[in-house]
């Protein structure tokens, strides 16, 4: 059985990667999944709440920094953490093009406290991304609303039915530094 710190830095985790592993589909790879990543890349913060389960009503921020990964296909690395209350998870990602598919992990990957990507499909402005853990399947969908707002849904399959667990919605950072002139 998980802890609750352990279980809600692994939800976190999920929406975290969902936000920023936003990729094109598969069969469209090359130029356009890298620019897609190069849109999504930079600041986003934003609150979430966990809205079943055993800890629903849980609310957590997040405050993460997506860069785009460097060589010849796709992908992005996200660092950054997660707090619930006095709990302050730092959290990390990687998702890269694997041929005509993605995979990564975020924290350490299934193997250690955390969850490896399994699958990645993108449709309009809306990516779906399979997570794994064990014996726990499911899928993060993250919907681009705007060029600063995503929303992220974390739903795990029970039987034969996903069944939402977290929501999480991240805003776009941007610099606050003002720009002035020169006369």
Do not use: H
């Amino acid at each position: 059985m998980f802890t609750r710190p352990s279980l809600i830095a692994r939800g976190m985790a999920a929406a975290t990667i969902a936000a920023l592993c936003l990729s094109a589909s598969p069969a469209l790879s090359g130029s356009r999944d890298k620019a897609f990543f190069e849109q999504v890349s930079g600041q986003w913060k934003g609150p979430g709440e966990i809205v079943a389960g055993k800890y629903k009503g849980t609310k957590f921020t997040c405050d993460l920094t997506g860069d785009v990964v460097e060589g010849s296909g796709a992908g992005i690395k996200l660092d950054g953490f997660c707090r619930v209350g006095v709990f302050k998870q730092p959290m990390s990602a990687v998702i890269t093009q694997n041929g005509k598919s993605y995979s990564g992990k975020f924290l350490d990957g299934a193997e250690g406290k955390g969850l490896d990507i399994v699958s990645g499909n993108v449709a309009k402005d809306k990516v779906v991304v399979g997570i794994n853990r064990k014996k726990l399947n499911g899928a993060m969908i993250a919907r681009l609303q705007d060029e600063k707002t995503m929303n992220i849904t974390i739903s795990v399959k029970v039987e034969e039915t996903m069944v939402p667990v977290i929501g999480l919605s991240l805003n776009r950072q941007l610099d606050d530094l003002a720009v002035g002139s020169i006369k």
